[in-house]
């Protein structure tokens, strides 16, 4: 016989998220836990509607083991539904409201989902995507699963058994941005967000008293496992945003006496570059986290010099994504480092050609163990077994240590070209390109050359009315790279690709290169 809660409900896994929103809620259920476009709802509230929600989910044969994706922006709305799945049991599988339709399609193709929740604003891309399925998948709106007899009208299905929801169930199915292979469903169980939720919060502390603006879409870990789900654990309130607007943000901070946030460095840089940045009361904002790629020391300097503790991190979805984070009392003197490991969390250098493990200060391939790493990816063991071996999560991305053990995050394993028999980290020539005044933005990869191998060519984003050309820029590198980092070409472009968050596209970086030389050779 199963143990049960007081309640007589099955008794939950230990590390289940399932019960959040009704632990705080009998702390203190009039405190404000999410305020969705200037619309507040208390811990109190955001419990009785999970509650009603997980019990139309079970009513409707979604429970342990289903999965339920989403194509909506963030919203009070969306979390309620997350905590529902998470109290029967089924997987939340937010999806990227950024892809075109034939890319949805393979995702939800390999989810097999129970049910896609879309909204209004997502409506005509719902359509489509639903033209390109074999098997139509049951569809609603997000607004309408509370309506009884929705869902049962929809997934015609029996009712899910009440069992108790274990910490290896799936919670979150998210893909990888696929910056340079196809993207891949990576399984966050409970287990795995707990332990990324603990580790967090020894690090970055929260209370009550907290407002966290949250910024980053959650079809990404970071939109639920950098902040809001701490703030949830631990009664802060979260201020959700559709999208970042520079402008909204810095009125949204005194507004609501916002006292931390996460962001990419270009979300950072474009408030940095706002008009109203220089007068913006920032007083409240006692800390901000930057993830995604490196952030740029100066920027990091610039909202220093503003009282703003902005700190470096580094993580991905498959390790939940939190792994190495730099302490606040460091964040001036080590600026560009991305820190030390979360506790709860080991880290290891491994020799890119033998697999050795790197002792000491050296640099080699980052390897994560612990408990918040993912399950593995949905229906691809090969992929899986790729990634982890006997623990450890093999991430793919190259790390300096120091003397005292701080990493800094050189670049990813397979970005890295050889140019002469020597190793070129394309995001070391980055920040030497942009520490150029004319350059906005930079991107650098290898091409064949017949005598070295390799070379770098450089995709450049120039700010307008700064003069530079392609020597001045290539001396510049001269000046502060050896010989051999030194880009061979470098051609200007109007933007560059990014997925993910922040992350620039090097697959796309290489063929809008090619395009560039080859209209060059053809003129």
């Known amino acids: 016989m199963s143990a049960t809660t007081p309640g007589g409900a099955p008794a939950d896994g230990q590390h289940t998220l399932g019960r959040w929103p009704a632990d705080r809620a009998r702390i203190a259920p009039a405190h404000p836990a999410i305020v969705d476009r200037g619309v507040a709802l208390s811990y109190g509230e955001l419990e009785h509607r999970v509650q009603q929600l997980a019990a139309l989910l079970r009513g409707s044969g979604i429970g342990r083991g289903t999965r ?10 969306h979390v309620v539904l997350l905590f529902a799945c998470a109290r029967v049991g089924a997987a939340l599988a937010p999806l990227s409201w950024r892809l075109a339709p034939v890319e949805l399609a393979r995702q939800v193709r390999l989810l097999d989902p129970v049910l896609l929740v879309a909204e209004e604003e997502t409506g005509s891309l719902t359509r489509e995507l639903g033209a390109l399925l074999l098997q139509p998948v049951p569809t609603a709106y997000l607004t309408d699963l509370a309506r009884p007899g929705v869902l049962d009208a929809l997934t015609r299905r029996s009712p899910a058994p009440v069992e108790p929801v274990q910490d290896e169930d799936a919670l979150l199915v998210v893909f990888t941005s696929g910056s340079s292979s196809e993207p891949k469903a990576a399984v966050l169980s409970h287990r795995t967000c707990w332990w990324t939720n603990l580790s967090l919060s020894r690090t970055l502390e929260l209370t009550e008293r907290d407002v966290v603006l949250s ?24 201020v959700l945003e559709r999208t970042f607007d520079p402008g909204r943000v810095l009125s ?11 962001g990419v460095p270009t979300h950072y840089l474009l408030l940095a570059e706002h008009p109203a940045f ?69 880290v290891a250098l491994a020799d890119p050609a033998t697999g050795e493990r790197v002792v000491g200060a050296g640099t080699g391939e980052l390897l994560v163990a612990g408990s918040g790493l993912f399950s593995g990816y949905l229906h691809d063991e090969e992929a899986t077994a790729a990634v982890l071996h006997d623990g450890w999560l093999w991430t793919g991305d190259v790390a300096t240590r120091d003397e005292d053990g701080y990493l800094r995050i050189v670049d990813r394993l397979r970005n890295i070209y050889i140019s002469g028999g020597e190793n070129v980290a394309p995001a070391e020539v980055e920040a030497a390109l942009r520490r150029h005044p ?13 005598r070295w191998g390799e070379v770098g060519v450089a995709a450049v984003v120039l700010r307008p009315g700064v003069a530079t050309d392609e020597h001045d820029l290539v001396e510049h590198c001269r000046g502060l790279l050896a010989s051999f980092k030194v880009p061979d070409r470098v051609v200007a472009v109007p933007g560059l690709p990014t997925v993910g968050i922040g992350k620039t596209d090097q697959g796309a970086v290489r063929a809008l290169v090619a395009h560039a030389l080859r209209q060059e050779a053809d003129r």
């Open 68 to 77: 339920v994706a989403t194509l909506v922006g963030n919203s009070a709305d």
């Open 215 to 238: 910024v980053l879409p959650q079809f990404h870990a970071g939109g639920w496992n950098i902040q809001p789900l701490l703030a949830w654990w631990t009664g802060a309130t979260v």
């Open 252 to 262: 949204l901070v005194p507004e609501h006496r916002v006292s931390t946030m996460m």
């Open 278 to 346: 220089a007068d913006a009361d920032l007083s409240s904002l006692r800390s901000a986290v930057v993830g995604g790629a490196p952030m740029p020391p100066p920027l990091l300097r610039t909202f220093h010099a503003r009282g703003v503790a902005l700190t470096q991190g580094y993580g991905l979805t498959e390790a939940g994504p939190n792994v190495l984070c730099l302490p606040p009392h460091e964040a001036a003197r080590r600026a560009g480092w991305a820190g030390v490991a979360y506790p709860h969390v080991e």
């Open 438 to 450: 004319a350059v906005a933005a930079a991107a650098v990869v290898g091409v064949p050359h017949e």
